[in-house]
């Protein structure tokens, strides 16, 4: 189910809610209904900080307890110890993409959606189409290419590349400035502004909600990134949350309450900026043709 | 600067600018770069990729060990262990190798079939390293069909049967014997203890035994076959007579005796971390087969006391070993500092070091003097060397990963009752054997 349809459920759930009392059965009934979905799709969540403050032998104890039976707060201190480094990392990172990606998107975007020049289309399906080769294909040639920069063991392979080639963002930018009302753009150019003002006063303001959705996405492609981290950071002083996390997995076995510590404070970023920005960006994903 | 006072002009300046000092790497001065990514390595004079060696575990301070009295920088690049592999192709494959790595077991066939590795003979030779100083089921690992030494393990990980005491007082089910060596303690005894240690409805289990390689290998072993695969790696035993036999006697632990959790709760249970330790260690489970690897969980962990016995015997009492290996790369730009590096890592001071976790016993036979019990279970860690002396190794292939890929599915189909073991494991015989011989 798509975050559009998802809205619509919920409208709908909302409006049988507000009904006469007549209804009242069909609004016990949903009321469960919702409640019952609510804590399914809730119980990961549930379970990871549950088992965050429980001692480790409480874990997987059977039958399974909810509450643990000493809350243990120092599970956090202790998972938390030394996590800084790498989550400095993935803020600065994170922080790289989404403004780089932001600006080059929305430029190319612009670009393909209102500008006319040769051979537009089909660059537009080429820089579609590279969007088509896995990854894994071209790695080793990259590790190759990177390695001859002296870019491995930095952080630039983490961002510079994504950056520079925002397929997805470009394409969902680019639907949005479509559906930006052609006679904004003809006014703008009748009081006289270029192309770039165009761009950067009158059209840019009318897509936030585009910007805010990859802004969004962007962001969550780069927190939770753990591949790239992977090949190309040696150290760990580089490292970033999803490796700090991974780092917490034994070979044999695993302090699993600090793990579920560490993942608790890893998705706190993630939720307050989906918290913050979901109007943003049902509205991003809605406006550029991509509802389901 | 508000949107309002920006000209067409001042923007393109500043995007001059920053395009400009993009190419010329300027904003990039902050990425942490220690100017030594075409060494492949960080930023020392050696450097050494592993998994599982964080800042304050016995390998990694073990290996601060080795640099400190060495007079080298050591660089510990610790890749977490579900995507090691990719991220040993790609640095090998790119040239850029490490000093020296940390290999899975499994793989060490491979990876010197394919040419990475370097053959370790003229150091062991030169510096006169004699095998009887090591336990044979260590130091004979590495031996491939050409002679050469492909790798250099340094801790051993022997299977053995973890039983909850509690449950064998509470059901008045005698201990299976102390000593690798005494006779008894069958397949037969090992079902009827376990049928007594079960309790209805799920509350307690007789046996946990994990469908992995260590069951592939103990029980066809134990019944007197020669495990996965023949010792040429060239027959697929595991689905001969013996084999067959084995994994239809595990599955009928749960499918007629009723003593074990269904295999599709098993198999689940793999995903969670420590999910079958924590059975025995919460008294779920009465019998658990597992590596020795899992002490230090039990000893932190356990709410019930448990000892470690042998595992139970068919035609002979055998169980399985695993290895914690190191290798040099062939493209390895200073293999004398990796060899030195490898050797210390297998010596008297590092095996002190390592012993410490009571999870795996180092590779020199000394090193069974670290091994003695405290006032915390187990009891009976004599056992761990006496396990290595009747361990075996899987018999490997470098096509071992393809080979996997075929018979683990159909396996499924004998932990459900869906087919027998010999149906199931002969409908693949022929494909794996044709995988083996490079055909597949």
Known sequence: ?292 | MPASEISRRSVLRALGIGGGALAAGLPLAACGSNGSGGSGGGGGNASWMTWDTESGTPMYTMAQNWAKQAGKTLDIQSIPGDDYDTKLRTVLSSGAAPTAIRINDDYVRGYYAEGSLLDLRPYLEKDGIKPDDYFPVAYNFAKQPDGAHAAWPIMTNPGVLYCNTDAFAEAGVELPPKDWAKSGWTWDDFVEAAKKLTKPNGERWGALIFPDSSLETVFPVSNGGDGIYSKDATRFTLAEPQGTEAVQWVADLALVHKVHPDFATVTAGRQTPNWALAQLGTGKVAMLLGLTSGIPYLRKNAKVKWDIFPTPMKVRRTTVNTLTVLAVPKASKDPDTAWSFLKYAAGAEAAKLLAQSRGFMPVAKSSSALFVPDDKSPSNLALVTQALGNAVNENFSRYIERARTIYRPVLDDVWSGKKTAEAALGSVKQKVEDVLAGKG
């Open chain 1, 1 to 292: 189910m798509t975050t559009e349809a998802t809205t619509e459920a919920i409208t709908g759930a909302v409006r049988v809610l507000n009904r006469p009392p007549r209804h009242i059965p069909r609004r016990v009934v949903l009321i469960v209904v919702l409640l019952f979905f609510a804590v399914v799709f809730a119980m990961p969540l549930l379970w990871m900080i549950s088992a965050s403050l429980k001692p480790e032998n409480e874990v997987l104890q059977s039958p399974p307890t909810f509450l643990p039976s000493e809350f243990q707060w120092g599970n956090y201190s202790q998972a938390g110890h030394g996590l800084l480094p790498f989550f400095l990392n993935s803020c600065k990172l994170a922080a790289l993409n989404v403004g780089f990606l932001l600006l080059f998107a929305s430029l190319a975007g612009y670009g393909f959606a209102r500008l006319n020049f040769a051979f537009k289309n089909l660059a537009f399906a080429l820089l579609l189409s590279t969007a088509m080769i896995p990854g894994i294909v071209y790695l080793v040639p990259q590790y190759m290419l990177f390695r001859q920069m002296g870019w491995i063991d930095t952080h630039y392979p983490l961002w510079v590349p994504n950056v520079l080639t925002p397929v997805f963002g470009t394409f969902l930018l680019r639907q949005a400035f479509r559906g930006v009302p052609i006679e904004l753009e003809e006014a703008a150019k009748l009081d006289g502004a270029s192309i770039f003002g165009t761009f950067w006063r009158i059209m840019l303001p009318q897509v936030k909600p585009a910007l805010a959705a990859v802004g969004a996405l962007t962001f969550m492609g780069s927190w939770n990134d753990l591949f790239g981290p992977l090949i190309f950071l040696n150290s760990t002083r580089l490292q970033t949350m999803p490796i700090a996390l991974a780092l917490f997995k034994g070979e044999y076995f695993t302090q699993t309450n600090l793990m579920m510590a560490a993942a608790t404070l890893t998705i706190l970023p993630p939720l307050l900026l989906f918290l913050l920005a979901q109007k943003y960006f049902v509205q991003g994903i809605t406006m550029s043709g991509l509802k389901g």
